[in-house]
């Protein structure tokens, strides 16, 4: 769904939407970005609202995707959706390891494993959201935290895992913030995971980078041309049709 030469423009719904609004929302976006062929764009919707996407972006420049899956494909684990049947619906990458998620349902690293292999298994691509707390920054460990949680993926399932999928860098304290992490942050970090990857796996040029965390149309740009990004994950800023568009317009020419 990706080819290396197209920055990459992720919006993250979350618990967010409802018919009526997805209505008109999922027919903006696939109107006024139709534009940016230039872009791999995918929106990734709550559950109950994938039929409604796949009906209405179907055939848009726009691919959907989901915020979690289950690591099992099925059996007795109630309120869980399995990789096939999101597959169903043509959903084409899921977020894995969100730390809206890890927080809230103390979500372990083996357990991300898990579902990042369940959803290459099943031809998705995984997007792995990596990033440490405040706490972690300010002890100076987040390059510790963030190999933790990739080296996880490596030892249980080996390099190839990770060919054609997505990292985000998400420094948790810049999600849902007023400002997102610095350049230099950014660009150290993203620097430290591909060498992590890149030593462990043999085609390096098949593992995406993005940056999220308070990702709006100011920051776009310059968040886009730091060294190793290649491309961008938002929240707020994806459910805004205009903002949405904003940032297309202003990245779609690096
Ligand atoms: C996120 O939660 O993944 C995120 C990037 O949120 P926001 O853009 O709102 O900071």
């Given at each position: 769904?990706?080819?290396?030469?197209?920055?990459?423009?992720?919006?993250?719904?979350?618990?967010?939407?409802?018919?009526?609004?997805?209505?008109?929302?999922?027919?903006?976006?696939?109107?006024?970005?139709?534009?940016?062929?230039?872009?791999?764009?995918?929106?990734?919707?709550?559950?109950?609202?994938?039929?409604?996407?796949?009906?209405?972006?179907?055939?848009?420049?726009?691919?959907?995707?989901?915020?979690?899956?289950?690591?099992e494909l099925e059996g007795p684990f109630t309120g869980e959706v399995s990789?096939?049947?999101?597959?169903?619906?043509?959903?084409?990458?899921?977020?894995?390891?969100?730390?809206?998620?890890?927080?809230?349902?103390?979500?372990?690293?083996?357990?991300?494993?898990?579902?990042?292999?369940?959803?290459?298994?099943?031809?998705?691509?995984?997007?792995?959201?990596?990033?440490?707390?405040?706490?972690?920054?300010?002890?100076?460990?987040?390059?510790?935290?963030?190999?933790?949680?990739?080296?996880?993926?490596?030892?249980?399932?080996?390099?190839?895992?990770?060919?054609?999928?997505?990292?985000?860098?998400?420094?948790?304290?810049?999600?849902?913030?007023?400002?997102?992490?610095?350049?230099?942050?950014?660009?150290?970090?993203?620097?430290?995971?591909?060498?992590?990857?890149?030593?462990?796996?043999?085609?390096?040029?098949?593992?995406?980078?993005?940056?999220?965390?308070?990702?709006?149309?100011?920051?776009?740009?310059?968040?886009?041309?730091?060294?190793?990004?290649?491309?961008?994950?938002?929240?707020?800023?994806?459910?805004?049709?205009?903002?949405?568009?904003?940032?297309?317009?202003?990245?779609?020419?690096?």
């Amino acid at each position: 769904m990706k080819t290396k030469s197209k920055k990459i423009v992720i919006g993250n719904m979350k618990m967010h939407g409802s018919l009526d609004f997805n209505e008109s929302y999922f027919k903006s976006l696939k109107q006024k970005l139709s534009l940016f062929n230039e872009l791999s764009i995918t929106l990734c919707v709550p559950y109950p609202y994938l039929f409604q996407a796949q009906k209405i972006l179907m055939g848009s420049n726009i691919h959907w995707g989901c915020q979690n899956v289950a690591k099992e494909l099925e059996g007795p684990f109630t309120g869980e959706v399995s990789a096939s049947m999101i597959k169903d619906f043509q959903c084409e990458l899921v977020i894995v390891g969100h730390s809206e998620r890890n927080t809230a349902y103390c979500e372990s690293d083996e357990n991300i494993a898990e579902k990042f292999n369940m959803i290459k298994k099943n031809n998705m691509t995984p997007l792995l959201c990596v990033g440490e707390n405040l706490i972690e920054r300010e002890a100076g460990i987040m390059e510790k935290v963030v190999s933790e949680q990739i080296k996880t993926i490596l030892d249980l399932y080996g390099q190839d895992i990770f060919k054609g999928s997505i990292i985000a860098y998400e420094p948790i304290w810049a999600i849902g913030s007023d400002s997102a992490a610095s350049p230099e942050q950014i660009e150290k970090m993203c620097e430290f995971i591909k060498q992590l990857i890149y030593s462990n796996v043999t085609d390096n040029d098949d593992v995406n980078i993005v940056y999220g965390g308070s990702v709006n149309a100011k920051n776009a740009v310059q968040l886009c041309e730091i060294n190793g990004v290649d491309g961008i994950l938002m929240g707020r800023a994806s459910l805004d049709v205009n903002e949405f568009y904003e940032i297309c317009n202003s990245i779609h020419k690096i």
